[in-house]
């Protein structure tokens, strides 16, 4: 099933997995016109897809997705909304009522706009992290969307996240102005690695700053698998031509579907070093503290900041949740993804981690440069 003619609507197309999903849609489908929705969309970044463009007509709306109004506009006459647009915070540096309302409040808006302007697909960017860790840090094993796993969420992020699938699932089957019927899915990625990921950008400036050593905050054995942008990308464009046939479009409406890839299973932190050790970057061999004490460290660090807090703001770079999440093993299998939506990795681990690394070479002297300079 093509999406050939379509009208697309991307929210945070101008974000690291929203820049790759336009692209996709360019290279792989003759759309119609590809609607870019952002708070802000860089000049450099059109320039880099003109020579990709074809016929489609890009056009950008930037705005405030919260924004009724504008939500309506960018959604009149298309037929399907990938909406990856999010607030990602993961050490709750984003007040509650900000992330809430980009995060929930504006994929209501986002949902309501479809239903008044009779855009049939909606596919939503969820994340691994609606299901987990714990704070048990209970372990799962190769996953998959049968498996029952308690869980009472922590982090704003993925309260939020939470609570943004649920609505778009439950809206699916809901009726249109005019007349028919609104589709919709979410694609739940485990961590997103790949060129333009800014925790990895993160993760090697620290390294540079502590003399091309890495950090260690996972044990060894915690094992996650991390999925490849590209490949996140075009589950998405899988999602999209499937919610478009008729024959699938009921069996996979209101579901939801886990999206890994064949990505190695180690730990965050060895995966970080899987990808930089090639730039010269070696790893610390143990946590800095024995796990147990790293959570009392991180209590007392959370207190700490909760008694200075009614004279200033200070967020703790790490927390115990955090600490949990790196720690647990947590893998998922694509295989349902397969199954329902058609959707296998397009990239290779070894292509994946080759475009990674140089992408990482190409930033290493820049930062080098930076963080001298400071």
């Not at 990895?200 to 050593?213: A, E, F, Q, S, T």
């Not at 044990?219 to 996140?232: C, F, I, K, S, T």
């Amino acid at each position: 099933m093509s999406l050939r003619g379509d009208v697309c609507v991307v929210t945070g197309a101008g974000g690291f997995l929203g820049k790759r999903l336009v692209r996709l849609l360019l290279e792989d489908e003759k759309v119609a016109e590809i609607r870019m929705l952002d708070k802000n969309v860089q000049p450099q970044l059109l320039q880099s897809l003109e020579g990709c463009k074809g016929n489609t007509k890009l056009s950008v709306f930037e705005g405030d997705i919260r924004d009724s109004d504008f939500v309506r506009k960018a959604c009149r006459g298309a037929s399907i909304v990938f909406h990856t647009a999010s607030i990602i915070d993961i050490i709750e540096a984003v007040e509650y009522n900000e992330i809430y309302g980009v995060n929930v409040k504006g994929t209501q808006v986002l949902l309501e706009a479809c239903i008044q302007e009779n855009v049939v697909s909606f596919i939503y960017t969820s994340t691994i992290e609606v299901m987990g860790p714990n704070s048990k840090g209970e372990p799962i094993i190769n996953g998959n969307e049968d498996t029952i796993y308690e869980c009472a969420l922590k982090f704003s992020y993925s309260k939020t996240k939470k609570e943004a699938e649920q609505r778009t699932l439950q809206a699916h089957g809901e009726v249109l102005q005019n007349g028919s019927r609104l589709a919709t899915c979410a694609l739940r990625p485990m961590y997103i690695y790949g060129e333009g990921c800014r925790f990895l950008m993160g993760h090697m400036c620290d390294g540079i700053r502590n003399k091309d050593v890495l950090f260690r905050m996972s044990l060894p054995e915690a094992h996650v698998n991390p999925v490849y942008v590209g490949n996140v990308a075009m589950a998405h464009l899988q999602a999209a031509r499937s919610l478009k046939d008729p024959q699938k479009r009921n069996a996979i409406g209101g579901k939801f579907y886990f999206i890994s890839d064949d990505t190695p299973h180690v730990s965050y932190s060895d995966f970080n070093h899987v990808v930089m050790s090639p730039l010269g970057f070696n790893i610390q061999d143990k946590l800095p503290l024995p796990l147990s004490l790293f959570y009392v460290f991180c209590f007392f660090l959370e207190i700490l900041c909760m008694m200075i807090r009614p004279f200033k703001r200070i967020v703790p770079p790490l927390n115990r949740q955090l600490l949990t999440m790196l720690n647990t093993t947590f893998t998922f299998s694509y295989q349902r993804a397969k199954r329902d939506l058609g959707y296998k990795p397009r990239y290779s681990w070894e292509e994946a981690r080759k475009c990674t690394i140089e992408w990482l070479a190409s930033e290493l002297p820049k930062e080098r440069e930076r963080i001298r300079a400071k």
